[in-house]
């Protein structure tokens, strides 16, 4: 019999600090240490922690939030530099798998990025979120495909993807194609009010159904001091409560704890990885359960805009990836189904 492999993963609701900058990075520091302490070898951390999520264009007209818009542009994070440096090294300290969600600069626009650290520190992927949502769209610049890899760990095979990025069939196909072993989700918490914890339990439960994997989510929180400062408006405020559910989910959709609805705190389960085959055993939706010849996924992993050439075709995923003479052929039409 093979040698039962056991990870141990943290989700991690906390409120960011608001105040002060480098505020929430020291929380972030702390609570990878805090886990160490209690045997973590995975830690997720919510949706655009650092600095914080920008909450603020959820509830203010863009014509009244220049000057948030600026603070958010002054604290965003530079990938590489000094604060992913900071969180490389408290993760090879720990040898642990830190995942990160970062307000990430990139000269003139913001990006919701996710960022995978291995168990030496190495930063191993930076992917941004491809579609923002709704107010979202005043914030952060659009991502591409070229992040939507798995990335081979000490621990595993880890995926991610921020909130309604799973509402997307094909590019959560994308990672379940790679064979993603545990899947991070983050989403902000503290949005929207209870309707929205209940969708994240939907959502996180479905895709380790769907994918055979683990699923670790984290979402954020706010204080109520931290409302009250976003938004003066009573009934502004009641859309900043809610909305929250830190959680781990098994490959058979189960809870392996209970999950965090309220408050701050860790979620930490032990994850027996043998419950993949176990699974996937039964219905391999990249395998023995998928149609390849009826139906096929076809990835255009090229990033959006860079200075060098790049190759479009990676063989790390099991996905069809365009070529430059299919992508012409293409030209017009939506490249999601390959036919």
């Not at 400062?229 to 959680?247: E, F, H, V, W, Y």
Request: glycine share 8%; charged share 25%; net charge negative.
């Amino acid at each position: 019999m093979p040698e039962k492999r056991i990870v141990r993963a943290a989700a991690v609701q906390i409120a960011p600090d608001l105040e002060r900058p480098g505020g929430t990075l020291e929380k972030v520091l702390e609570t990878i240490d805090d886990a160490a302490r209690q045997g973590v070898q995975l830690i997720v951390f919510p949706e655009t922690f650092l600095p914080y999520y920008p909450y603020f264009s959820f509830v203010r007209a863009p014509v009244a939030s220049g000057a948030e818009h600026m603070r958010l542009y002054n604290e965003a994070v530079v990938v590489p530099g000094p604060v992913t440096h900071a969180v490389a090294e408290r993760a090879r300290r720990h040898g642990m798998v830190v995942v990160l969600g970062v307000n990430e600069r990139d000269h003139g626009s913001l990006y919701n990025a996710q960022l995978i650290f291995d168990t030496d520190g190495e930063l191993l992927l930076k992917r941004r979120k491809i579609t923002p949502t709704f107010h979202e769209r005043m914030i952060w610049g659009m991502g591409d495909a070229a992040g939507l890899k798995v990335a081979e760990t000490g621990i595993g095979r880890v995926g991610a993807l921020a909130c309604w990025e799973h509402y997307n069939p094909l590019a959560r196909y994308a990672l379940m194609t790679q064979h993603e072993e545990i899947h991070c989700s983050q989403f902000p918490g503290s949005l929207v009010g209870p309707i929205f914890g209940e969708q994240i339990e939907v959502t996180i439960r479905h895709h380790a159904l769907e994918s055979g994997c683990f699923v670790i989510n984290s979402t954020g929180w706010l204080t109520e001091p931290q409302i009250e400062s976003i938004t003066k408006d009573p009934g502004l405020q009641k859309a900043l409560r809610g909305g929250c559910n830190t959680a781990i989910i098994s490959p058979e959709g189960q809870h392996l704890a209970p999950p965090l609805r309220e408050g701050e705190g860790l979620v930490i389960a032990d994850l027996d990885m043998s419950l993949i085959t176990k699974r996937k055993r039964m219905m391999d939706s990249v395998g023995h359960y998928a149609r390849p010849e009826l139906l096929s996924l076809a990835i255009n992993d090229r990033p959006a805009v860079t200075s060098a050439p790049m190759n479009s075709f990676s063989p790390s995923t099991g996905g069809l990836h365009l070529d430059r003479e299919r992508e012409r052929d293409l030209v017009g039409r939506e490249p999601a189904i390959d036919d």
